[in-house]
């Protein structure tokens, strides 16, 4: 993406460069449109208008209504509100029935959504409940028909497990995990952060109460995201002050970032074939150079069923005792920049928890690197990026 520096940005998985065309539409919200929407001036009617032609074209994309499609800060805050929002409605309406409730989901989560479950069991006494996976990641659709069938009919659920892994790439059947949530009368809801912008769905038809994205992983800004709540979901709102986005988030909206999300969902989606395609060129060719190499490594995650811009490799065979943090900076200092796995943790000491929850070993988990490929990546930067990190594992397995 800077071939004047020599740097090559292969953690498109983290957050993607903006695409110049989504800055050209918000930069009328950032300059002279600045009116509050809140506001029946006509400054603010003409950004609450922007605002509202914003949210109707991603409830169109995504197959929903309007009044569904709710603005945020971005992913993690949409989990947050997803987990909490229903949680406590739950809370409220058990002052007057006694029900038990629980959260069905899964230690590959997004820390967003772990950390929110243990908030959830910690201070409310929500029971969490984790269906079992594999040693690539693929759940275990038995276990969570089992784990469902327990509480038919006596406990409130719902059921929270990811579209696809924001570090292994894996690709998650969500719509039949849907239909099994529904059969046992359970809510459902995914983080589709990683899928949002490159895969085509539709809310109705994959069956889901709830849906997170975020618009940095699809070349739109940082600082916004949607969740996507289904009419008639029990959802309590976290935030107050104010009667913002139909009384669920109080606060005024970041109008020209909602702007720019549907922007960059639009264009993203227009060309998710072609970038589908280049994608998995680049990650095919990035292969084929590591194998021409004579590199050693080990695939992490569903290798017959994974995102096609997302390849998570483990070095370890390559490289005894192959520190991590090492291997990143000296890619980095190679002009290559990637990641051991989410950007909300990897500046973290310890080891990627989803490497971890697969039965890898520490210095396994240590060893795995991340690679993530857009539609901005050049063959020329492949081919570099793949001859840096021969030139690194060289090095450190030399000295």
Excluded at 139 to 149: C, E, G, R
Excluded at 166 to 189: D, M, R, T, V, Y
Excluded at 193 to 200: C, E
Excluded at 288 to 298: D, F, N, Q
Aim: with cysteine; aromatic share 8%; hydrophobic share 40%.
């Amino acid at each position: 993406m800077n071939p004047d520096l020599g740097r090559i940005y292969l953690d498109n998985a983290s957050t993607t460069p903006l695409d110049p065309r989504v800055f050209e539409r918000m930069r009328p919200y950032l300059t002279e449109n600045f009116g509050n929407a809140s506001s029946i001036h006509s400054f603010g009617q003409q950004t609450k208008d922007a605002l509202e032609d914003a949210r109707e074209r991603v409830a169109k994309l995504l197959g929903a209504l309007p009044s569904e499609i709710f603005f945020t800060s971005g992913g993690t805050e949409s989990d947050n509100l997803a987990l909490k929002g229903v949680s406590m409605a739950w809370v409220r309406a058990a002052k007057y029935a006694h029900r038990p409730h629980r959260i069905i989901s899964s230690q590959l989560e997004h820390k967003a959504v772990l950390e929110s479950l243990a908030w959830l069991e910690s201070f409310f006494g929500i029971k969490v409940l984790y269906v079992q996976h594999d040693s690539n990641g693929r759940f275990d659709l038995n276990h969570l028909q089992a784990l469902l069938h327990q509480g038919v009919g006596q406990e409130q659920t719902l059921v929270s497990l990811m579209h696809a892994n924001n570090e292994l790439g894996n690709l998650n059947p969500i719509a039949e995990i849907a239909a099994i949530a529904k059969q046992h009368g359970a809510l459902f809801h995914t983080d589709a952060v990683q899928t949002a912008g490159k895969l085509h769905f539709n809310v109705e038809a994959l069956g889901v109460d709830l849906l997170s994205l975020a618009a940095h992983k699809f070349h739109g800004p940082k600082g916004v995201g949607v969740l996507y709540v289904q009419t008639g979901t029990p959802f309590e709102s976290l935030f107050h002050g104010g009667n913002h986005e139909r009384n669920r988030r109080a606060g005024t909206e970041n109008y020209a970032a909602a702007i720019g999300l549907a922007e960059a969902l639009t264009i993203s989606l227009a060309e998710s074939e072609s970038t589908t395609i280049h994608v998995a060129r680049s990650r095919e060719l990035f292969l084929t150079c590591l194998a021409e190499a004579g590199l050693s490594y080990a695939l992490n995650g569903d290798a017959g069923n994974q995102l096609p811009h997302i390849v998570n490799l483990s070095f370890a065979e390559s490289v005894k005792d192959l520190d991590g943090d090492m291997l990143l900076l000296g890619l980095d200092a190679g002009g290559l920049a990637v990641s051991s796995g989410s950007a909300c943790t990897s500046g973290t000491a310890k080891p990627s928890h989803v490497l971890m929850a697969l039965g890898r070993s520490e210095a396994e988990a240590r060893a795995s690197v991340r690679f993530s490929f857009s539609k901005f990546t050049s063959e020329a930067e492949v081919r570099r990026a793949a001859q840096v990190l021969e030139n690194v594992l060289t090095r450190f397995a030399a000295a």
